[in-house]
């Protein structure tokens, strides 16, 4: 297999590749690792770079997370393989500052963090860009499946060509400044190529599960976490009805997600018609400590406020029309953006063309060019919505 050219093209750095040192963030996965790998069999100087996430306080021990002990174990194994450099930096303290304690106060005011994008915010591509230049590094290169295009001598970000792992959405925070030094080999492969080529490669994880949990819960128990972590916070409260009628009590708004249907624990109206009876969370009203919840038409969300907006795309336009997903999976939608003030602003109003469901504050907003469908525009937190429950 013989994939140089496709490297050397992805990576847009002229000359000899040897002459370009080149750092590879590793997780210890099978993506990052076959990065390594193929940087590496064109010709690049790499060096190998993973970061130690986790205190006394958070035990990984799952197969399916990274930057756990084990993940830095495998990532040093392929390192070694290949006859690389491999560096391990020390950023729990960092990483429990920026990404954990926002993640725990983020579900605490009843909201639905995502903890890899402050990852990638933070420690990624700040922490760990910064000590790449330090080790002499032009680019730092990682495993992420999107594309990464120069276009009238500015970067740009596109979707990944294989849709199915495309990682736009949790990439949407990253600045001009940092696009300028970020390499992103994988956008033009599909998963089982690189699967192949691990295997081409001989690599120690080329059998390794993909990461799927949010690394430092790999239970999937995120309000287990929060009540370890802050069991002071965690109160009782109540749960209402739309209609203002008392359902019950909660042990913990932390248990609770917007759009949420099983295990609210009040199971649903027995004698309502059936487009009543089933209960949904509608809302957390965290200052209360109420869990309010109702039929589904409640969910029907057209209008919504984001805030600390990262603009990729370069424009002057205060107001345009463009796609945008509310969760990573979910399928692009319609919208009118509307700019507070300029592209510059942390903050706009965005108009969905038909209602989605169940949009909730913390998640985030990634915008893409409607004459572009792949083009990343930028993105934001979603702050507040505008539903049928709130007017």
Known sequence: MDFNSKIIKSIGLDGNPYNHKIAVAMSGGVDSSVTAALLHKAGYNVFGLSMHLYNEKIKVNNSKTCCAGIDINDAKKVCDKLGIDHFILNYNSKFNDQ????????????????????????????????????????????????????????????????LTKDQSYFLFTTTFEQLSYLRFPLGDFNKSTIRELAKYFDLNVAEKPDSQDICFVPDGKYANLVRKLRPESVQKGDIYHVDGSHLGEHNGIIDYTIGQRKGIGIGGRKDAPENEAKLYVISIDEKNNKIIVGPKRYLSCDEFLIHQCNWIAEGDQMKFDALVKLRNTAKPVEVEVKVEMDLESSSANVKLKMPEFGISPGQAAVFYDLADKNRVLGGGWIKSTKNYSNG
């Open 99 to 162: 990404v954990i304690s926002d993640f725990t106060e983020s579900y605490l005011r009843g909201e639905t963090p995502i903890p890899c994008v402050k990852c990638n915010q933070t420690v990624k591509f700040v922490d760990m860009l910064n000590f790449s230049k330090k080790m002499g590094a032009v680019a730092l290169a990682t495993g992420h499946y999107i594309r990464r295009d120069v276009k009238n001598g500015k970067p740009n970000l596109y979707r990944a060509n294989d």
